[in-house]
């Protein structure tokens, strides 16, 4: 094995009530993949802003090239030739690729002026040194999350960054656009550049990482090499017990139709939706990126409006035209993005559960706390959910604990149907488990399901029935008998058996 680029040695680090990171090791050679894995609120992402120059770690020391290191800012970072791809994406996404790779560091041509030729010339080199089909003067809009994603990674090496880091890189990628990143990490590879990878999809891990450094609970738990390891061994690692049966699903009959949807048209988005779904009846519906999965779930929730068709409740046209008058109707919207429309940040985690079941709390003016309380710690329990106090902000709450909260929000309204826009994002395996069990109970009590899904495993796993869209509409409709994962990928690309 080569010698190591950067060492991370005893790493502390305390918040209120919080021992995010408790003595953590981490080494990194040139040219690997280093993956880090741990369940939620593990400190995964805490080691890596300590590395980005974000947090300061309380204790511990950090070598980069066997020197000791001061990162005190995101800056001297940078100056060590450390890039962070956040999971946020940051592009401004009405310049183009060109200008994002050289915001802030623009080439001044003659007289002081920007010299725009030479940087789209360099923008493009660097996007074909990575095999990229990407032009340097692509509007940063029109790409897909995936190519917005590479475009960071070209960013990333137009300040010769020696070490990035990918922090959950492919929560928002369909499996056909996690391989073309897997093919820009090989190609990453051959520059002898070094990567830590983050994710908790436990198969990536054995494609494209060299080694895997487990934490828990702010812990260092042990470094392996991917080769020779195996998933029970991570995930035993991981959670601290074996995992049996992931994917939990009980066989119950089930009951009478409880949503129809009829022709649902919506201009170039929605062409002609229909389908139902039954009590009890857990309906998965896959579909690449941009296919109108979630279109269509906000379309049924009453926020976004349609041009024709029809949604029947229970036998009943009804209209809906805002979430509100969705959730009189009984129905429940877990959205995809948990910060734009699942959380306020800013409150508590005990704010965030029981806002829109505060109506049942209100006692004469004010809302009954012991009540709030009760409920709020019985998701945490059901979902355990990491938060050092019902009172945490949700925000300081790590990525996969904050999608917990929108979920345990969405159940506590006790949905007769319950839509899940991928529900399982970001969300460790043992979490996944809970989350399956939970999914599993609601639909034995008689809800219906409506999973929307990137993650074939969990679509073929969980669901009765399938739906599979394509540019707006649905190719395939496959039973329980037929689902698996190449038949439903044949139909998100575009293969085409609409049995309707
Ligand atoms: N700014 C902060 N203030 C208070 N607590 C924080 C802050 N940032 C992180 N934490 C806490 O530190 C712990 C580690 O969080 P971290 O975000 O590193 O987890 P993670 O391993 O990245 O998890 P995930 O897989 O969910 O993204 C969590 O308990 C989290 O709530
Ligand atoms: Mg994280």
Known sequence: MQENILSMRNIHKKFPGVYALNGVNFELCHGEVHALLGENGAGKSTLIKILAGIYTADEGEILIEGKKAKITDVYSSQAHGISVIHQELCLAPAMTVTDNIFLGKELAGKGGFINFAKQRYLAQKLLDSLKLEIKATDKVSNLSVAQQQMVEIAKALSIDAEIIVMDEPTASLTSKEVEMLFQTIKELKKKNIAIIYISHRLEELFQVSDRVTVLRDGKYIGTRETVGTTRDELIAM??????????????????????????????????????????????????????????????????????????????????????????????????????????????????????????????????????????????????????????????????????????????????????????????????????????NMLAEQGVGIIMISSELPEIVNMSDRVLVMFKGRITGRLERKELQQETVMYYATGGIKDAS
């Open 238 to 439: 991981m959670v601290g017990r074996e995992l049996k049966d992931l994917y939990k699903r009980s066989v119950h009959p089930l009951g009478e139709t409880v949503l129809e949807v009829k022709n649902l048209n919506r201009n170039n988005i929605l062409h002609n939706i229909s389908f139902s779904l039954k009590k009890g009846e857990i309906l998965g519906i896959s579909g690449l990126v941009g296919s109108g999965r979630t279109e269509l779930a906000r379309a049924i929730f009453g926020i976004d409006s349609y041009d024709s068709g029809e949604i029947l409740i229970s036998g009943q046209k009804v209209q809906i035209h805002s979430a509100a008058a969705a959730m009189e109707n009984g129905i429940a919207l877990v959205p995809e993005d948990r910060k734009g429309q699942g959380l306020v940040l800013i409150q508590s985690v005990s704010y965030n559960i029981t806002i829109p079941i505060l109506k049942q709390f209100m006692k004469f003016i004010h809302i009954n706390r012991k009540v709030e309380e009760e409920i709020t710690s019985s998701y945490i329990e059901k979902l355990s959910i990491r938060t050092p106090s019902l009172q945490q902000i949700a925000q300081n709450l790590s990525g996969g604990n904050q999608q917990k909260i929108v979920i345990a929000k969405w159940l506590g309204t006790h949905p007769k149907i319950l839509i899940m826009d991928e529900p399982t994002r970001g969300v460790d395996v043992g979490a996944k488990a809970e989350l399956y069990s939970i999914i």
